[in-house]
């Protein structure tokens, strides 16, 4: 199941009581000794060893910079070759001792880019959650010459201590430079920022080493999921299940110019386990619907969730949709013509293009870039202002309760980045929070959530398997028997 995730600040105030108990100097070793232990394991993947190894530690102020010093010391009395590159502030005293007692080099930020390069295993140990991404220029410029080089070890593994410098804990926003980690091993708690934006791309693999933080009076700011996690997210229906139990589809899309979504949206909601979908527009859309997808009904009758807005539909029978009472999935061109109330249960799903104009009609100066840039804040800003969950799509798409949590599934395949793509997400959606519907649950918004991120595991999986919108139904499909298989 999905993982919490908080803030820097709430990890602050966690270890609050342990340091005002006198824990701090327990607190560094626990978080030392994990951190020597990932980078041993780092440095025997394929058979290799720590004997002998060249090791680079960059390191900053305060108790970041001790996790590394601490780990470094451990890695020399194993034989490795380390060299420290102390590179602002002063560092942790006892952290240095213990280093430069057990024969860790040092050398000063001048010489850092010809050990920086020459390493096997750099660990960066500059700032962690508590900094704020704001880099000094010599920081900075040491950061993108390394990374850049072509001239750094083959095979060179780089990693993090608690948070990638340059990166915000809370908003994964970064610097003017961030470290590219292949592993980030963090303390006590995940952040939020390790698995959005900037941060998520700067992380590599996230290790979570347990510091003995209580986080029971914590209300989380995130929830992290896993690929893994979609096998408990999907329900295998029982005997005793029939159509109307599994959940009933409304489409409202497609149009004489892009039919194409409606047979998207209505394939991907019937693979995805639907126990009926119905279909409404004209005649001849219906007619191309039902031909493709010949179990979709074409009658008017029961529906339990709407999904509405892929491939501009009528405005009349849209806004019929949201006047109907019943949550809907507003999609494509339906968020451009949103009501000032919707259902419970109701998301919204735009890609940043979409969310730029809605949040410009309501007298937000924002642009897309703007919004790539920083897609918790605007997910967040847009649910809150909508009062309804809100689904920013994108390679690595934010969901968002009013309230403010947010939920993150990973990041999807590259080959989701086609036209119609959304279409059979809008579909796969409609399908899972429908069933939720006909069991009687009570669409609040983080049953919503977790809703939308069970389809976005399911649109990414999918899309492991098939290269272009059309092939993704029956890829939905599979994804879905997969998941049931438990």
Known sequence: MPRPAYTGEQIRQAEAPLLEAGEGDRLMRRAAGQLAAVCRRVLRLGGGTVYGRRVAVLTGPGNNGGDALFAAADLARRGAAVTLVHTIGTPHADGLAAAVSAGCRRVDIAQAPSHLGAADLVIDGVFGTGAKPQLPEDLVQLIRVWQASSARAEGQITVAVDVPTGIDASTGRSAQAAVRADWTVTFGGLKTGLFTGAGARASGRVVLAPIGLDFSDTVPDAWVYKRSDLRELVKAPTGEDHKYTRGVVGICAGSADYPGAAVLCTNAAVAAGAGMVRI???????????????????????????????????????????????????????????????????????????????????????????????????????????????????????????????????????????????????????????????????????????????????????????????????????????????
């Open 280 to 486: 409404i527009g004209d005649e001849r859309l219906r007619s191309a619907v039902t031909s493709h997808v010949p179990e979709a009904v074409a009658a008017d009758g029961r529906v339990q969730v709407w999904a509405v807005g892929p491939g501009s539909p009528s405005q009349d029978r849209m806004a019929a949709a949201f006047v109907s009472g019943e949550p809907v999935i507003a999609d494509a061109g339906a968020i451009d013509h949103l009501p000032d109330h919707l259902a419970e249960g109701s998301i919204i799903t735009p890609h940043a293009g979409e969310l730029e104009r809605l949040l410009t009609v309501r007298g937000h100066s924002v642009q897309r870039s703007q919004i790539e840039e920083d897609q918790l804040y605007w997910a967040r800003t847009a649910a809150r202002e909508l009062d309804a969950v809100v689904l920013l799509k994108g390679h690595r798409s934010v969901i968002a309760e009013p309230d403010g949590t947010v939920h993150l599934p990973p990041a999807g395949s590259a080959n989701l980045a086609t036209a119609g793509s959304g279409d059979v997400l809008t579909g796969v959606l409609a399908a899972l929070l429908a069933e939720r519907a006909a069991a009687k649950r009570r669409l609040e918004p983080g049953v919503t959530a977790v809703t939308a991120a069970a389809a976005v595991l399911l649109h990414g999986r999918a899309g492991k398997s098939a290269t272009h919108a059309s092939g993704l139904p029956r890829a939905v499909e599979q994804a879905v028997l997969k998941a049931r298989a438990r």
